[in-house]
């Protein structure tokens, strides 16, 4: 899936720094077999479904149309936040104050099932607990708004039991940040990992647990019923039949559900990463319009900075719909979605140069791209995505894919094997009323 950059000042760019490793292949199916639960995607949604289905006596098999990891999961900020991707105090404007203290609990949720699962399984990931910050830049219209926003943030958040800080103009100078940043809110408790090996160490310990058969290189064309209970997956590689199946391809999923498609559209996200630094960038992950960054620990006791971001939601080059008005599939939607593209590269460095000028001399060593799922509500979509053809999933994260996919995939796992889990047993009323695939809200 990796597409280098093929001409221009960019050329030969297009691996992520995450994916830069020796990564562990499992090879392709060969020839036809039968599952309980067939998974399609081994991002860190498909992995992680297959170990609490494994854990509860399910057997899966996961079906990867590249390598492990190859998708979003290893091409993020490698951040993990406990909250939606909008504020606190517009999550209330918009779900009700109880059902926002519920969508921040259940991130939290998340964040301790996440920590239990890396410590299960032994991945070596670098996790860590720096914290977030999300700051208004007053070279952005609207900023005094956003820096009230994130003033009442810290006030609801802290009334409601989590652990937040306004961040004033003076604070954020202390902190090393450009003197365009007036405000921001702090989590501590948000956390940092490298990606790829995040998503390839669990996916590693999943196999060799026996919880799943991981086939990768092997494209899943066709979802089709076989039967009233069971659904024929057709693969580049044979067919899979099954009682299930789980479509966890992220922004792609209208490509098999074409009804989910007014719910769920295409971002490309863009990212660079320096060469290793002496000096430490910053300490743990920050955000604001049109940019965002961490430093990565290197094994010598230097950092890098990895910085992403460079566009606005309506970027003509980000934005991608699985279908155009007359139905036809989009054909751009996968191959430059996990691109990097020429002009948006060039977007990032003029943000990155802007808000770094120490750094500008520091060589840049990977630059890519990577495709992300968002509803219009801002809230993911998890559960039944359609059942006359026994397909279920989760997708659209909106940029929070590793704060939500562990509460997902133990809820879902827990629904087919009929056993309530952690997330079941306190969240169900959350997860049916804010989350459901193909509520009206989602819907661009
Ligand atoms: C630039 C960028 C920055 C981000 N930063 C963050 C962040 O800091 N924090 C955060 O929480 N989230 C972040 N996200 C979002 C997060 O990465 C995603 O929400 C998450 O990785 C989604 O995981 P997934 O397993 O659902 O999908 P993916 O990781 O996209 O996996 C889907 C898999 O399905 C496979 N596939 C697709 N079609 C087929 C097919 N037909 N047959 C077989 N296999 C197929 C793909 O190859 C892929 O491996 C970011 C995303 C991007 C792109």
Same mark, same amino acid.
């Given at each position: 899936?990796?597409?280098?950059?093929?001409?221009?000042?960019?050329?030969?760019?297009?691996?992520?720094?995450?994916?830069?490793f020796?990564?562990p292949?499992?090879?392709p199916?060969?020839?036809?077999?039968?599952?309980?639960?067939?998974?399609?995607?081994?991002?860190?949604?498909?992995?992680?479904?297959?170990?609490?289905?494994?854990?509860?006596?399910?057997?899966?098999?996961?079906?990867?149309?590249?390598?492990?990891?190859?998708?979003?999961s290893?091409?993020?900020?490698?951040s993990?936040?406990h909250?939606?991707?909008?504020?606190?105090?517009?999550c209330?404007?918009?779900?009700?104050?109880?059902?926002?203290?519920?969508l921040?609990?259940?991130?939290?949720?998340?964040?301790?099932?996440?920590?239990?699962?890396?410590?299960?399984?032994?991945?070596?990931?670098?996790y860590?607990a720096?914290?977030?910050?999300?700051?208004?830049?007053?070279?952005?219209?609207?900023?005094?708004?956003?820096?009230?926003?994130?003033?009442?943030?810290?006030?609801?958040?802290?009334?409601?039991?989590?652990?937040?800080?306004?961040?004033?103009?003076?604070?954020l100078?202390?902190?090393g940040?450009?003197?365009?940043?007036?405000?921001?809110?702090?989590?501590?408790?948000?956390?940092?990992?490298?990606?790829?090996?995040?998503?390839?160490?669990?996916a590693?310990?999943?196999?060799?647990? #026996?919880?799943? =058969?991981?086939? &990768? %290189?092997?494209?899943? @064309?066709?979802?089709?019923? /076989?039967?009233?209970? *069971?659904?024929?997956?057709?693969t580049?590689?044979?067919?899979?039949?099954?009682?299930?199946?789980?479509?966890?391809?992220?922004?792609?999923?209208?490509?098999?559900?074409?009804?989910?498609?007014?719910?769920?559209?295409?971002?490309?996200?863009?990212?660079?990463?320096t060469?290793?630094?002496?000096?430490?960038?910053?300490r743990?992950?920050?955000?604001?319009?049109?940019?965002?960054?961490?430093?990565i620990?290197?094994?010598?006791?230097?950092?890098?900075?990895?910085? #992403?971001?460079? =566009?606005?939601? &309506? %970027?003509?080059?980000? @934005?991608?719909?699985?279908? /155009?008005?007359?139905? *036809?599939?989009?054909p751009?939607?996968?191959?430059?979605?996990?691109?990097?593209?020429?002009?948006?590269?060039?977007?990032?460095?003029?943000?990155?140069?802007?808000l770094?000028?120490?750094?500008?001399?520091?060589?840049?060593?990977?630059?890519?791209?990577?495709?992300?799922?968002?509803?219009?509500?801002?809230?993911?979509?998890?559960?039944?995505?359609?059942?006359?053809?026994?397909?279920?999933?989760?997708?659209?994260?909106?940029?929070?894919?590793?704060?939500?996919?562990?509460?997902?995939?133990?809820?879902?796992a827990?629904?087919?094997?009929?056993?309530?889990g952690?997330?079941?047993?306190?969240?169900?009323?959350?997860?049916?009323?804010?989350?459901?695939?193909?509520?009206?809200?989602?819907?661009?």
């Amino acid at each position: 899936m990796p597409s280098p950059i093929p001409h221009g000042p960019y050329a030969g760019f297009g691996l992520s720094y995450w994916l830069d490793f020796e990564r562990p292949r499992f090879g392709p199916l060969e020839g036809d077999i039968s599952a309980d639960v067939a998974i399609v995607g081994a991002g860190i949604s498909g992995v992680k479904l297959a170990h609490y289905l494994g854990k509860l006596g399910v057997r899966s098999v996961v079906l990867e149309g590249g390598v492990v990891g190859d998708g979003a999961s290893g091409r993020n900020q490698g951040s993990m936040n406990h909250g939606t991707s909008i504020g606190y105090t517009e999550c209330i404007n918009q779900v009700g104050r109880e059902n926002a203290r519920a969508l921040w609990n259940l991130g939290l949720e998340n964040q301790r099932l996440a920590v239990a699962m890396i410590n299960e399984l032994g991945v070596k990931c670098s996790y860590e607990a720096l914290g977030f910050v999300f700051m208004a830049r007053s070279d952005e219209p609207g900023f005094e708004e956003e820096d009230r926003g994130y003033r009442s943030d810290a006030v609801l958040l802290n009334a409601d039991g989590f652990h937040a800080e306004y961040l004033s103009a003076d604070d954020l100078r202390a902190d090393g940040q450009h003197p365009l940043f007036v405000g921001g809110l702090r989590i501590p408790s948000d956390s940092q990992f490298h990606s790829g090996r995040y998503v390839a160490g669990m996916a590693q310990s999943v196999a060799r647990a #026996g919880h799943a =058969r991981i086939f &990768d %290189e092997t494209r899943v @064309l066709a979802l089709d019923p /076989d039967g009233p209970n *069971a659904v024929r997956v057709t693969t580049s590689r044979g067919v899979v039949r099954a009682a299930r199946a789980f479509l966890l391809t992220n922004a792609l999923v209208p490509q098999f559900v074409p009804g989910l498609a007014r719910g769920i559209l295409g971002e490309r996200g863009q990212v660079l990463v320096t060469e290793p630094l002496s000096q430490r960038p910053c300490r743990g992950s920050y955000g604001a319009a049109m940019a965002w960054w961490r430093e990565i620990p290197e094994p010598d006791g230097r950092w890098r900075l990895l910085f #992403g971001g460079g =566009r606005k939601r &309506d %970027e003509p080059d980000s @934005l991608f719909r699985a279908f /155009d008005e007359k139905g *036809a599939a989009n054909p751009e939607m996968e191959s430059e979605g996990f691109s990097a593209s020429d002009a948006h590269q060039r977007r990032l460095d003029a943000q990155f140069h802007l808000l770094f000028p120490q750094l500008k001399s520091a060589r840049v060593t990977h630059r890519w791209g990577g495709l992300q799922g968002f509803t219009a509500d801002s809230l993911p979509v998890i559960g039944e995505f359609d059942p006359k053809r026994r397909i279920h999933g989760m997708a659209a994260f909106c940029g929070r894919g590793n704060a939500y996919t562990d509460v997902g995939a133990q809820y879902l796992a827990g629904k087919v094997a009929g056993v309530a889990g952690s997330v079941e047993k306190q969240f169900e009323p959350v997860i049916r009323e804010c989350l459901t695939p193909g509520r009206g809200s989602a819907n661009w």
